[in-house]
């Protein structure tokens, strides 16, 4: 009895470590550029455009600029590059990924005023159905390096520490069926050892530590907005937007640390790695409003809101164990399967545009979006959720990102560039950890009924990674430096 209420206890607290936390907070809560080849080859910065489908995510007002029934097709791939260091040694990986940035109907309906287009009044009101691709999680990180400090294997030590070796082992159901515990699991592969009364360590010779660390963490997956909304044009004046969001979300996660003993002692085990799996599933529920003031014909402005979204997720998750013993034998302990269900609210979003056309020769614009990350929640309220909550509360902080970028006509071709930095989502972002910059290009061809578009995007993140934390203090750290490409191809046509 004691040893179960205790696996409660545990489970609800690896859900934070291993499973639910900040991290998988702001995983859900952070968007890329744009949907379109047009929008992405400007930096994203079309809040005060409109007349194009990325608007159902940036500002709907812009819907209203259509003057014609419209089709949306786009296609893309993702070249995902990594560069890591750890303990002194650098490595390099790269993943590949195709997409659907997005696709969707806009359907113009205009009133007329003795067979010609009206001038006065509410002109015209639109309605768009899309679907756009927000977030690709597709990459790969790997590094490696020797350790001669530390291991894992005393962070697991750490975590049993408190236990009595009864409540330690496993029971016969978990024998039968899966651990529920990783601790157990380390116990019964003989990587930990008991050094007093509930007190453990790493089966390590703490004289001699030469161990080999390697980390490779593969993810897969995407988020994707279903939009419906709606957009009125007040005498090419005002132009007012909105719409309801369905965001389907799919992510899966492979981690596999191993740890290979590179010193001639006999610490009983050669070599061992960590398989950990991470599935979460889920959809979410959001709305938007814009607006688009045009002061004259050169110059507009644009504002809008984007409200928090309620995510309802499922996570499903297992570990395996794999221990090469010093006699040649080998081990294998798996965990139960496990899965959990909660809610998680991601920040609100709000966006000011501005934009100067120089007639039909181009124009320049610009976007600053403010998201404050801190208000990122996850629910239900339970004690592991409240911790992480807090966390959230003190580690993050509110984030401005712009974007700017342009557009030159040349007769039926348009040549475009942009660029985009979002902040830190963290409070103490000076490094720039986790901030986020893009550098864009494109060139379209632009016929009255038809137009194709293409775009280069490029992604500067560096991102750190801390594989675990002893209660000393001790972090080790991996520096990964992120540098994404995308290449996006958008066809549109009026029907």
């Known amino acids: 009895m004691k040893k179960l209420i205790f696996s409660i206890l545990l489970a609800a607290s690896c859900q934070v470590i291993w499973a639910q936390g900040d991290i998988d907070a702001l995983r859900y809560s952070q968007n890329e550029l744009g949907s379109t080849a047009r929008s992405m080859g400007t930096g994203g910065a079309f809040g005060a455009l409109g007349a194009d489908l990325s608007s159902t995510q940036i500002n709907p007002a812009g819907l209203a600029v259509y003057r014609n029934n419209n089709f949306t097709l786009g296609a893309g791939m993702l070249n995902a590059k990594s ?14 990924s195709m997409q659907v940035p997005g696709i969707g109907f806009v359907f113009y309906n205009g009133k007329y005023e003795n067979r010609q287009p009206a001038k006065t009044g509410w002109i015209n009101t639109n309605v768009a159905i899309s679907m756009n691709r927000t977030n690709n999680f597709s990459g790969i990180i790997n590094y490696s390096g020797l350790n001669t400090n530390n291991s894992m294997l005393d962070y697991f030590a750490e975590r049993a520490n408190g236990l009595t070796i009864d409540d330690l082992s496993a029971s016969s159901n978990e024998l039968q069926y899966g651990y529920n515990d990783l601790e157990t699991m380390f116990w019964d592969a003989y990587l930990i050892d008991s050094v007093g009364n509930r007190t453990y360590a790493a089966a390590i010779d703490n004289l001699d530590r030469d161990l080999t660390q390697k980390n490779i963490l ?91 979204t309620l995510y309802n997720l499922k996570d499903e998750y ?77 580690k993050y902080d ?56 293409v775009a280069l995007v490029q992604k500067f993140q560096k991102q750190t990674i801390q594989p675990y934390t002893l209660n000393s203090g001790i972090v080790p750290v991996a520096t990964s430096n992120l540098g994404n490409n995308t290449i996006v191809v958008t066809l549109s046509t009026v029907f």
Do not use: H
């Open 318 to 394: 297992s570990d395996k164990l794999n221990v090469e013993f010093d006699n040649g034998s080998y081990g294998t302990y798996k965990s139960s399967d496990g899965y959990y269900n909660y809610k998680l609210i991601s920040p609100m979003i709000s966006t000011l545009s501005a934009a100067y056309l120089f007639g039909k020769n181009g124009f320049v614009s610009a976007d600053a979006e403010i998201v404050d990350y801190s208000t990122m929640r996850l629910r239900p309220t339970i004690n592991a959720f409240e911790i992480a909550n807090e966390t959230i509360s003190e």
């Open 83 to 96: 560069k890591t260091t750890y303990l002194d040694k650098t490595k390099k990986d790269f993943d590949f």
């Open 218 to 308: 593969s993810t897969k997956g995407s988020m994707n907005d279903i939009n419906f909304s709606l957009a009125s044009n007040y005498e090419n004046k005002l132009y007012i937007g909105g719409g309801v969001t369905l965001t389907t979300v799919r992510y899966k996660e492979e981690n596999r640390f191993t740890e290979i003993d590179e010193s001639t002692n006999y610490n009983n085990w050669s070599s061992w790695s960590l398989e950990q799996d991470l599935l979460t599933k889920g959809i979410g529920f959001s709305a938007n409003l814009g607006l688009i003031f045009r002061a004259n014909d050169n110059v507009r402005f644009g504002a809008s809101l984007k409200t928090p």
């Open 398 to 453: 509110k984030a401005v990102n712009l974007r700017i970028g342009g557009e030159y006509v040349y007769k039926m071709l348009r040549f475009r560039g942009g660029f985009a930095n979002y902040a830190s989502p963290l409070a103490s972002g000076s490094d720039r950890n986790l901030a986020r910059t893009y550098v864009t290009t494109g060139i379209g061809i632009k016929d009255k009924n038809w137009g194709l578009d």
